[in-house]
T-cell receptor
Framework: GQQLNQSPQSMFIQEGEDVSMNCTSS?????WLWYKQDPGEGPVLLIA?????ELTSNGRLTAQFGITRKDSFLNISASIPSDVGIYFC??????????????FGKGTSLLVTP | DVKVTQSSRYLVKRTGEKVFLECVQD?????MFWYRQDPGLGLRLIYF???????EKGDIPEGYSVSREKKERFSLILESASTNQTSMYLC?????????????FGPGTRLTVT
């Protein structure tokens, strides 16, 4: 399956700062998902996007499905220490020959200092 | 809430051993997946199943097999474990519901092969 290009690879920020990360692909996706993984745990779904241009919020998190359908962005406002973890983007390509499998980015590791 | 459980959080096995990783979900989901997660490589799909007794190869099936005898249970089998199979293994499930592609993950099994 195609890997998504996720950036930045890591971020080290101070509590209270805003965070932005993004995911791009050379192919069109019809679904974009954002997950967070705490150390030693499985990924947990944060936000799901289904339409090009869609902007969705979940508390301090906001994600957008790019108009071209080839990218997505996740923003975290006013970061707090419990935001620490790895954030993954995932996408579902139309007519994928992997059935319902997702393509994943390699993750953005976020560290927040108090 | 969707619950995906994995039989072990940590496992240490010797080279050449046969290893079984078990995954159970309690939400009557049709689709189940096995991924491995390695630093710098993200999540890679090993196998998935869209129904009982049905299985499809993912991106890296070599050295692995799977079994799905009951809807709620999906097993990953390492026929003869090797050191390059040391990794974090994640199980996921999702329903076949319209166009929703969200997958729900278990907590992961960290396997070390010595």
């Amino acid at each position: 399956g195609q890997q998504l290009n996720q950036s930045p690879q890591s971020m080290f920020i101070q509590e209270g700062e805003d965070v932005s990360m993004n995911c791009t692909s050379s192919s069109i996706f019809n679904t974009w998902l954002w997950y967070k993984q705490d150390p030693g745990e499985g990924p947990v779904l944060l936000i799901a996007l289904y339409k090009a241009g869609e902007l969705t919020s979940n508390g301090r998190l906001t994600a957008q499905f790019g108009i071209t359908r080839k990218d997505s962005f996740l923003n975290i406002s006013a970061s707090i220490p419990s935001d620490v973890g790895i954030y993954f983007c995932a996408g579902q390509r139309p007519n994928s020959n992997s059935g319902y499998a997702l393509n994943f980015g390699k993750g953005t590791s976020l560290l927040v200092t108090p | 809430d969707v619950k995906v459980t994995q039989s072990s959080r940590y496992l240490v096995k010797r080279t050449g051993e046969k290893v079984f990783l078990e995954c159970v979900q309690d939400m009557d989901h049709e689709n189940m997946f096995w991924y491995r997660q390695d630093p710098g490589l993200g999540l890679r799909l090993i196998y998935f199943s869209y129904d009982v007794k049905m299985k499809e190869k993912g991106d890296i099936p070599e050295g692995y097999s799977v079994s799905r005898e009951k809807k709620e249970r999906f097993s990953l089998i390492l026929e003869s474990a090797s050191t390059n199979q040391t990794s974090m293994y994640l199980c996921a499930s999702r329903p076949t519901t319209g166009l929703q592609y969200e997958q729900y993950f278990g907590p992961g099994t960290r396997l070390t092969v010595t």
